[in-house]
C-alpha cells in the first residue's frame, strides 16, 4: 500500500503535478524509523526547462496584478495552511522526523505567517516622488523577474513560504528546489497557492541534488537566487550566481554564541540554552551552541541544565508528548556523532548525553559538554545536531572578544539583569540576529539573518521586500533640455 506522505508526483509546475521517472530516484525516509515512505525522481534537464520557461511567462501577468490582488491571493493561501494545519505537520513530521509538538506549531503555521505578512504588505508596495523645483523624478518599486529558491532540510515548510510569500508579494515568479532530504512539504505549498488563486507557473516545485540546484542558479533566465544552506553550498552559488550578476540572498551555517553572566536569570538562561540548542534536536541555524558561562554562575547553571536536560522525552515523533526527535537521516547522525566522539577526545566534560539513543531511528541524545575551550573542533565547526559546548569566561571584554572570534556571524544572545550591559555586549557582537534574555524567536516581523560567512540579505519583515525587488528611478524634465552644442 502507498504511504500517506507519497505525493502524487515529484514535481509541481504550471499549477499541476509533474512527474519524469527518468530522473534519479531519490527516497525519502522517515527519521524515526529508518522506513522508506516515498520517492520521488531528480528534475531532469527537460523537467527544469519546463519550470524555468513557465515561471519566466507567468511572471509577466503576475506583476501586472495589483498588490491587492496578489496580497488577496496570499493571505487566502495562509488561512488554508491554517486550517490544514494538523495534516501540514504530520507531513513535516514524515519529511523531517520533527515531533509533531513542534511542528504542529512551528512549520505550517510559520508558513502561514509569511504568506498573511507578505499578502498584507502587497498592496503597501509603492516608490517615492522627488521634487527637484520645477523637474521631478519618481521611483517605482519593481519585480526583480524569476527568482530561485533553494532549500535546506530542516523547515521545508518554512524555508518554501518565506522565500516564495516575499517573492510572489512582489511580482516575481519562483522555481523552488527543496532540500534532496525533504521532499515533500513544499509540493503542499505550491497546491495551496493555486487553490488559494495563484495563476499557475507562479510558484513552481522541482525536486533534485546539488546539480539541479546548479542548472537553475546559472540559467539566464534567473534574476535572484535565494538558498539557504550550509557556507561551503552558500559559497558555491553565491559564486555562480555572480557570474551572471544576479541578485543573491544566502541564509547559510553558524556557530552562535550565548553569553550568561553572573547575575542572569538562571532558570531563563537554562531555558535560553535548551531552545538553543535542542529544538528540532539542534537541527537550526542560528543555534547559540557556544554557551559562555560566567564562572560566578557555572556550576548551578550545568547542574541545572543537566536537571532539565534529563525531562526531555525522546521517542515516537508522532507521540504529541514526545519532545525530541531524531536526526534528519543517518548520515547526518553519523556526522553528529563523530563530533561527539572528537569533543571527549580532545578533553571536554561530559555532562550529559553522548551517546545514540537505544531506539530504532536515528536519535542522539541531547549531549552536552562543559569545559570546552576555544580551540576544541566542536566549540569552531556547526555541528547541526543536539551537542552543547558550555566555555567559561571571567570578564565582558574577554567574552566579546571570544564571541567574534568566528567566521561566522549568524545570532548572538545574551542573558542579564543589567540593560546597559545587554546592549552594549550586543552592539559589539558580530552578528544578524540577536536576542537579549531570550534565544531562536524568529518572528515573521523581525529581520532574519547573518553576517560575516553566515550570509547575505535578509529574510522576513519589510528587510525582505528589498532583496526581492528593485528600483526604478525616472526623471521627468518640465523644459527645455539645454545641450553644450
Ligand atoms: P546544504 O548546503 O547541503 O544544501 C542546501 C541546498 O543546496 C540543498 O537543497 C542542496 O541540494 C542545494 N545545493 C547543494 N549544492 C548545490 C549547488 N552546487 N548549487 C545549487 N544548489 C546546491 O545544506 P543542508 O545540509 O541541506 O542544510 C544544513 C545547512 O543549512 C546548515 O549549515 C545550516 O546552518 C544551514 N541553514 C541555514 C539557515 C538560515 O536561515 N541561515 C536555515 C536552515 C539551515
Not at 498584507?120 to 517615492?128: D, K, R, Y
Request: net charge negative; aromatic share 8%.
Amino acid at each position: 500500500m502507498t504511504h500517506p506522505a507519497q505525493p502524487k508526483a515529484s514535481h509541481f509546475i504550471n499549477g499541476e503535478y509533474v512527474e519524469d521517472t527518468a530522473g534519479t530516484p531519490i527516497p525519502v525516509i522517515y527519521a524515526a524509523t529508518g522506513e522508506q515512505i516515498a520517492t520521488v525522481h531528480a528534475a531532469t534537464p527537460a523537467i527544469v526547462e519546463q519550470a524555468l520557461s513557465t515561471a519566466k511567462e507567468a511572471q509577466k501577468e503576475w506583476a501586472k496584478m495589483t498588490g491587492t490582488e496578489r496580497g488577496r491571493v496570499l493571505r487566502r493561501a495562509a488561512d488554508i495552511m491554517r486550517e490544514r494545519n494538523h495534516d501540514l505537520s504530520v507531513l513535516e513530521t514524515y519529511d523531517t522526523g520533527k515531533p509533531l509538538q513542534e511542528t504542529l506549531v512551528a512549520d505550517a503555521t510559520s508558513g502561514a505567517d509569511a504568506l498573511e505578512y507578505f499578502g498584507g504588505l502587497a498592496a503597501s508596495l509603492t516608490g517615492e516622488h522627488i521634487p527637484l523645483g520645477e523637474d521631478w523624478v519618481y521611483t517605482k518599486r519593481e519585480a526583480l523577474g524569476l527568482c530561485v529558491g533553494i532549500g535546506a532540510w530542516n523547515y521545508p515548510t518554512q524555508i518554501a513560504c518565506w522565500k516564495g510569500a516575499p517573492a510572489l508579494a512582489c511580482g516575481n515568479s519562483m522555481v523552488f528546489k527543496p532540500s534532496e532530504t525533504t521532499p515533500l512539504c513544499a509540493l503542499k505549498v505550491a497546491e495551496i497557492l493555486i487553490e488559494a488563486g495563484a495563476p499557475a507557473g507562479v510558484f513552481n516545485v522541482v525536486q533534485g541534488m546539488g546539480e539541479v540546484g546548479g542548472a537553475l542558479v546559472t540559467d539566464p533566465r534567473v534574476d535572484k537566487v535565494s538558498l539557504t544552506g550550509s557556507v561551503p553550498t552558500g559559497k558555491k552559488v553565491y559564486a555562480a550566481a555572480a557570474a551572471g550578476m544576479k541578485h543573491v540572498t544566502m541564509e547559510l551555517g553558524g556557530k552562535s554564541p550565548l553569553i550568561i553572566f553572573d547575575d542572569a536569570d538562571v532558570d531563563n538562561a537554562v531555558g535560553g540554552a535548551i531552545n538553543g540548542n535542542f529544538y528540532s534536536s539542534g537541527q537550526v541555524c542560528s543555534n547559540g551552541t557556544r554557551v559562555f558561562v560566567q564562572k560566578g554562575i557555572k556550576e548551578k547553571f550545568l547542574a541545572r541544565l543537566a536537571e532539565r536536560t534529563g525531562n526531555a522525552i525522546i521517542g515516537d515523533p508522532m507521540d504529541e508528548a514526545t519532545s525530541f526527535g531524531p536526526m534528519v537521516t543517518e548520515n547526518q547522525m553519523n556526522i553528529v556523532l563523530g563530533y561527539i566522539e572528537k569533543g571527549k577526545a580532545e578533553g571536554a566534560r561530559l555532562i550529559c548525553g553522548g551517546t545514540r539513543a537505544d531506539k530504532d531511528g536515528y536519535f542522539i541524545e541531547p549531549t552536552v559538554f562543559a569545559d570546552v575551550t576555544d580551540d576544541m573542533t566542536i566549540a569552531r565547526e556547526e555541528i547541526f545536531g543536539p551537542v552543547m559546548s558550555v566555555l567559561d569566561f571571567d570578564t565582558e571584554e574577554e567574552v566579546v572578544a571570544r564571541a567574534n572570534d568566528t567566521e561566522f556571524g549568524l545570532s548572538a544572545g545574551v542573558f542579564t539583569k543589567d540593560f546597559t550591559r545587554a546592549h552594549r555586549v550586543i552592539g559589539n557582537l558580530e552578528a544578524g540576529s540577536c536576542f537579549i534574555n531570550s534565544y531562536n524567536d524568529a518572528p515573521v516581523e523581525a529581520p532574519f539573518g547573518g553576517v560575516k560567512a553566515s550570509g547575505v540579505g535578509r529574510e522576513n519583515s519589510k528587510e525582505a521586500i528589498k532583496h526581492f525587488s528593485q528600483v526604478k528611478s525616472v526623471y521627468v524634465r518640465m523644459g527645455d533640455v539645454e545641450a553644450a552644442f
